[in-house]
């Protein structure tokens, strides 16, 4: 595979001998065990968001674990897709419920349960491991570890002033590889809050917005309204 042609302009901050690795690790891997996402949408994260676009970067923890749920974008789920649920994942409801602040009124919402609009508009939606065996939470942390370490290192000497939006404990651990030229925002996974029945703070995603039109007169449209 030609990665400079498959990844575009994201090689510059990957390390391609590490990439490398991995990728054989899960060419035999897809072969011989059951993996989440489907092996054509491990990189979708990156295929969908420019580069030269970037703004955001979101990182969480696994993959859904489960078969036919995870598509490569973080949180998002794709009802179509053939096996897909036909409901929304509990952490995504609980993050479209975060984005959207049904305290406030509002008009006919559209909400793209993919998320693939937000990485088109420049925010990188990431898992801490881009795959994992199906049912077997962290089964692949380690694997992929270090070329996301890397990444990260890269992404904040290369590309100062971008906002990382850190959910949970494990995305968390990658604080030390982001230097301090860009901006940090650390908050409780959606699951977490699926878990105990809590809602998100609605104030991430107007944080994010308000540093985006302060530093860059910019914005991320998160959901459609329609009056």
């Not at 789920?77 to 419920?97: H, Y």
């Not at 104030?203 to 530093?215: A, H």
């Amino acid at each position: 595979m030609n990665l400079t042609e498959y990844l575009g302009e994201w090689t510059k901050v990957m390390d391609e001998r590490e990439l490398l690795k991995v990728m054989s690790q899960l060419n035999t891997l897809y072969g011989t065990t059951l993996i989440s996402p489907n092996k054509k949408d491990v990189f979708k994260a990156f295929t969908l968001c420019p580069y030269n676009n970037l703004k955001v970067i979101m990182l969480g923890m696994d993959p859904y674990p489960q078969k036919n749920v995870a598509t490569g974008i973080l949180f998002g789920n794709n009802l179509e897709e053939p096996g897909a649920t036909l409901s929304l994942s509990p952490s995504l409801q609980i993050l479209k419920e975060g984005v959207i602040d049904y305290t406030i009124p509002h008009g006919n919402i559209v909400f793209d349960n993919t998320l693939e609009s937000w990485a088109k508009q420049g925010v990188l939606m990431l898992n801490s491991a881009l795959t994992v065996e199906v049912n077997k939470i962290g089964s692949h942390t380690q694997l992929w570890r270090l070329f996301m370490s890397r990444l990260l290192q890269n992404l904040s000497i290369n590309n100062p002033g971008l906002i990382y939006v850190l959910f949970g404990k494990q995305a968390q651990t990658f604080i030390p590889y982001i230097n301090k030229a860009n901006y940090l925002i650390s908050c409780n996974h959606p699951a977490y809050h699926a878990r105990n029945g809590t809602p998100m703070d609605t104030g991430i995603f107007k944080e994010v917005n308000r540093i985006l039109q302060q530093t860059n007169n910019d914005s991320v449209q998160w959901y459609q309204e329609i009056n």
